[in-house]
Every structure is written in C-alpha cells, then in structure tokens.
C-alpha cells in the first residue's frame, strides 16, 4: 500500500471540518491522520497481538493515557482521543491515603502534587516558581506556536494533494492563481512547508487548544 493516502479530495473543500468547531484534540488528529508513517503504524498494529508491541507503537504516537490503541485515520471522530493525545498537564486523585501512579512521563515532565486543604494560590504561585526553576536548570526553551486555525483546512487539503502526487507548480496555480506564477510558487513552498511540520511534528502542540 502507498503511504501517505489522502484522507480527503482537495478540490472539494465542503469536505474539511470548520476548526472554529473542532477542538484542539480533533485539529491535532486532521494532521496525525495524514502522516505517511501513522498510517503505516497503523496498519500493522491491526495484525498485531502482543500488548507489549501494541504500547509501542500507542506510546509513540498518542502521548496521553495509555490505551493500547492506534486510531484508524479513516476515522473522522475516534472516540477517546483527547486522552490519548494531552499529554500536559495531568490530573490525578489520590481519594483518602494512597500512591497513584502515571505511567508514562515525557520529555520535560514534572510532577507537582496539590493538597485541596491549602489555600491553591499559595500552592500554584509556589508551583509556578518551581516550574520556571527547573526550566533553568534543565536548559529548556518553550516551545510556543501561533499556528492560526482557521487555515488549517488549508493546510489538510495541501496534504491530501501531496498524498495524490500534486506538483507545487499545480497547488500554485490551484490555491494561488489570482497571484503572479512567482508569488503563487513561493507561497505554496511555504504553506508546503508549514503543513508538513504540522502533520510531523507539531500536531501534539494543538491538541491542547480548548
């Protein structure tokens, strides 16, 4: 099978979600979805049986709460998504005495335990302040985007063509034909370039978005 598939027809776009309707979680799974090698995962979790094996390929796409699944990306709404996608932060309740465990701590992670019988905003200026110490001390920028959502249907669309073989001389003339040929190449090289990123790296920094 050839990878990426497009999950959608680009030229039709009545056929991409409204981001201002999609939470961050379902924004994040458009671009997840398209990537070549999720889709290729996927593919061979189905025939997988091991639990061991099947957390592996779940703890490399789905940071969240384990859940020995991979989502079809045929799926639109995969039910349980967003746990499986947020990462950060994570809530956990001890009720009464007792130890909880979170089985899966990630590249920058932290963990920072609350008592409901002291007043919060004493207990989260002093969280704020830790937090920003252990960023010192482990030399870690943040990784801030301000991806705006509501070309992100472009983006998708940039995808699913690609995935169908399109010239960036075609997507031009097609997204871009009001423009001159030099401006329309050079703006769908970059719009290229921002979908990409999206669909293989960055997806996890929306999922969050309320």
Same mark, same amino acid.
């Given at each position: 099978?050839?990878?990426?598939?497009?999950?959608?027809?680009?030229?039709?776009?009545?056929?991409?979600?409204?981001?201002?309707?999609?939470?961050?979680?379902?924004?994040?799974?458009?671009?997840?979805?398209?990537?070549?090698?999720?889709?290729?995962?996927?593919?061979?979790?189905?025939?997988?049986?091991?639990?061991?094996?099947?957390?592996?390929?779940?703890?490399?796409?789905?940071?969240?709460?384990?859940?020995?699944?991979?989502?079809?990306?045929?799926?639109?709404?995969?039910?349980?998504?967003?746990?499986?996608?947020?990462?950060?932060?994570?809530?956990?309740?001890?009720?009464?005495?007792?130890?909880?465990?979170?089985?899966?701590?990630?590249?920058?992670?932290?963990?920072?335990?609350?008592?409901?019988?002291?007043?919060?905003?004493?207990?989260?200026?002093?969280?704020?302040?830790?937090?920003?110490?252990?960023?010192?001390?482990? &030399? $870690? @920028?943040?990784?801030? /985007?301000?991806?705006? !959502?509501?070309?992100?249907?472009? =983006?998708?669309? %940039?995808? #699913?063509?690609?995935?169908?073989?399109?010239?960036?001389?075609?997507?031009?003339?097609?997204?871009?034909?009001?423009?001159?040929?030099?401006?329309?190449?050079? &703006? $769908? @090289?970059?719009?290229? /370039?921002?979908?990409? !990123?999206?669909?293989?790296?960055? =997806?996890?920094? %929306?999922? #969050?978005?309320?």
């Amino acid at each position: 099978m050839k990878y990426p598939y497009p999950i959608k027809d680009f030229t039709k776009p009545k056929q991409y979600p409204d981001p201002d309707k999609r939470s961050g979680a379902l924004l994040a799974w458009e671009f997840l979805r398209r990537n070549p090698k999720y889709q290729e995962d996927f593919d061979k979790f189905k025939k997988l049986k091991s639990p061991s094996s099947k957390r592996k390929f779940q703890e490399k796409w789905l940071p969240g709460i384990p859940t020995l699944t991979l989502f079809d990306p045929k799926d639109n709404q995969p039910r349980g998504l967003k746990l499986a996608l947020i990462h950060a932060p994570r809530f956990n309740v001890i009720k009464g005495k007792g130890t909880v465990n979170i089985e899966s701590l990630y590249g920058g992670g932290v963990f920072v335990t609350f008592n409901l019988n002291i007043p919060i905003k004493r207990q989260l200026d002093k969280t704020r302040k830790f937090l920003e110490r252990e960023r010192k001390e482990q &030399k $870690i @920028k943040p990784i801030e /985007k301000n991806y705006q !959502r509501h070309i992100f249907p472009l =983006y998708c669309r %940039i995808l #699913d063509a690609k995935a169908e073989n399109k010239t960036n001389e075609l997507l031009a003339k097609f997204f871009y034909g009001d423009r001159t040929k030099g401006d329309a190449f050079e &703006k $769908i @090289k970059q719009e290229i /370039k921002v979908a990409y !990123r999206l669909r293989d790296l960055d =997806y996890i920094f %929306i999922a #969050d978005i309320p």
